[in-house]
Each structure stands twice: as structure tokens, then as C-alpha cells.
């Protein structure tokens, strides 16, 4: 079950849904359901066919966001726990991040606390605004404060951009080709933002050991990294310190090949942040697995930064 050379294969940004959620979200809400909620038929059949050793699930959106604040921290125990008691009978094949009720930071954090202490999860993963409110904001901090301190990572994971933006930027074009609100370009200008957002946050000021998880290679970021870091470094505005966005990036994020199987944007983010802080992952069932390694397999790159990308940075990153 590898791609070639003897390397293991590890994807990180693999989706599943719990039967609690697609009970309260109702009928309809993810065409992909029936193929999300399959834990170890169709998934482990599909991983070995493509040569995936190990996926780290993470529940898609919204997961236990969208159910407000004391619902929310019940639901997200109720998901978390199911999730553990999967991964603990498949712990070969499996890992797992946590879902968060991000609506109670402080409930969160002892959530997060809770999964990775009692259940060995290797993180959690945030879907989007909460409240129509970015994860940067201060009032989020806790989680990112709690992840520090159990030194995991949290990956930020797309989610529909605010209404308003949507109103002004995409409505014209949305009835046509709907996909623009999703990965086509919404989830880009979602995530990209919230992880720019980030870096001038002071967040990783305040937390100098936190680490981010990008998905679809970083939501462009390593292609702008240059020109973002150029004119913030130039920017002289009194009482505001300048921000070093590249090397900031650089250290606290990682970025992942989700969706986006792409040599071109594959080399670029090498050369822009270094093979060590690139995680394989596929984004199943949304995309398939075979696309995802059969591209790896031909990506033009030694063996070194191959196996680095596939499993190495990740084993390092989660612990694995």
C-alpha cells in the first residue's frame, strides 16, 4: 500500500460525517453523504486501492459548530467520542482530529484538552467563520492558547465566505455556476483571508509555538507570499509594528495538497516555504484517492522530499 519506493502514505484532510449531525442538519444537506458516512467499507477499499496507508479524519463542515454554544459542547463530545471509538479499532489505518464547538472558545479548548489527552487525537479542525466572526478573533484565542500548550496543530478548513461578501462579490454568477461559492473560488477567499488574518492578529506573537494547517496549498498564499511580505515590510504607519508576513507564514503554517493537485502550484510553495511544510492529503470523499497519488507518483522531486511530503512532515507534525 504505497505510491512507490516503499514510502508510507499519510492524507490528512479526509472527511467523514456522524449520523448525530446528519440527523440534526437533515435530508439533503451534502451530496456526499452516504460516502461520507461510510467509515471502513467503501473508504478502506478506495485507501488501498490509490496506496493510502493512514487517513486522520476530521468530520466535514460545519461539524459541531452551527448548534450554539451549550449545544454545541455536548454535541462535540458525543462526535468526538464516536470518532475515538472508531480510530481505536482500526489504529493502523486511522487517526483523527477533533471537532469543536467553537461557539464556547473556552468549551472548546477543554474539548481539544480532552480529545488529545484521552483519546490521542492529533488536533482538531475548524470549519469557517463562527457567528460570522474569523477565527482570529481575540475571543477565539483559548483555542489557540490550549493548542500551544498541547503543542497540535489546527487545521482551518473552508467554509462558505460571509453573506454580505457573497451579496457584493458572487451573487451575480452564482445561479449559473454554483460552485463559485465553494471550491472555485468562495472557499479560497474565505480561507486565504482567515489565514491572513492570522499572521497580523499578534496571535503568533502571543503564541509563538501555534501551528496552522492550510488546506489546497494554502489557499494561494505561497503564490502572493512574495508580494504580501514586500509592501507589509515597506509599510511605515506610526504605533503599528511591520509585520514580516513570509517569515511569520513560514514558521507557523503548514499547507497541505488537498483539491489541488497541481506541479506547478506544488513547486511554487516548495520554493516559497521549503518541502518541509508540505502534508499530503487527498479531500475524500470530495475528491478521489487515486488522482491524488497517482499525481504524486510523477511529481518531479527526489525521493527525499517525496517521502517528506507523503508521510515524513506529518509524522513529525502529529506525532505519528
Not at 451579496?167 to 463559485?180: C, G, Q, R, S
Request: aromatic letters at 10%; hydrophobic letters at 40%.
Amino acid at each position: 500500500m504505497t505510491v512507490q519506493d516503499g514510502i508510507q502514505v499519510i492524507a490528512i484532510e479526509e472527511h467523514y460525517l456522524d449520523a448525530e449531525v446528519d440527523g440534526l442538519m437533515g435530508p439533503g444537506f451534502n451530496p456526499f453523504r452516504e460516502r461520507l458516512a461510510d467509515l471502513s467499507g467503501v473508504r478502506i477499499k478506495e485507501m488501498d486501492e490509490a496506496g493510502i496507508d493512514i487517513q486522520v479524519l476530521s468530520h466535514c463542515p460545519p461539524g459541531a459548530q452551527a448548534f450554539g454554544a451549550e449545544a454545541g459542547v455536548i454535541l462535540a463530545k458525543n462526535v468526538n467520542d464516536r470518532l475515538a471509538e472508531f480510530v481505536a479499532s482500526k489504529p493502523d489505518r486511522f487517526a483523527a482530529f477533533a471537532t469543536l464547538p467553537t461557539q464556547d472558545p473556552k468549551g472548546s479548548a477543554d474539548e481539544l484538552e480532552r480529545c488529545v489527552k484521552d483519546h490521542g487525537f492529533k488536533g482538531a479542525m475548524v470549519h469557517g467563520l463562527t457567528d460570522l466572526t474569523f477565527i482570529d478573533d481575540k475571543r477565539f484565542w483559548p483555542i489557540f492558547e490550549r493548542a500551544e500548550a498541547l503543542d497540535v496543530p489546527i487545521y482551518v478548513h473552508p467554509a462558505p465566505p460571509h453573506p454580505q461578501l457573497v451579496d457584493i462579490y458572487l451573487k451575480d454568477y452564482v445561479e449559473d455556476y454554483p460552485v463559485i461559492l465553494g471550491p472555485a473560488w468562495g472557499f479560497t477567499m474565505e480561507t486565504a483571508t482567515t489565514g491572513l488574518r492570522l499572521v497580523l492578529s499578534g496571535v503568533f506573537k502571543k503564541y509563538p509555538k501555534l501551528r496552522i494547517i492550510l488546506g489546497h496549498m494554502g489557499e494561494g498564499l505561497p503564490f502572493l507570499l512574495w508580494r504580501i511580505n514586500h509592501v507589509m515590510s515597506a509599510m511605515n504607519k506610526p504605533g503599528v509594528d511591520v509585520v514580516p508576513f513570509k517569515e511569520i507564514f513560514c514558521e507557523h503554517f503548514y499547507i497541505t495538497t488537498s483539491g489541488n493537485f497541481s506541479d506547478a502550484a506544488l513547486l511554487c510553495s516548495i520554493m516559497e516555504m521549503g518541502a518541509d511544510r508540505i502534508l499530503f492529503s487527498v479531500d475524500w470523499p470530495y475528491i478521489e484517492n487515486s488522482p491524488g497519488t497517482d499525481w504524486m507518483a510523477q511529481v518531479p522531486l527526489g525521493k527525499e522530499d517525496r517521502t517528506k511530503i507523503l508521510s515524513g512532515n506529518v509524522k513529525k507534525l502529529l506525532k505519528m
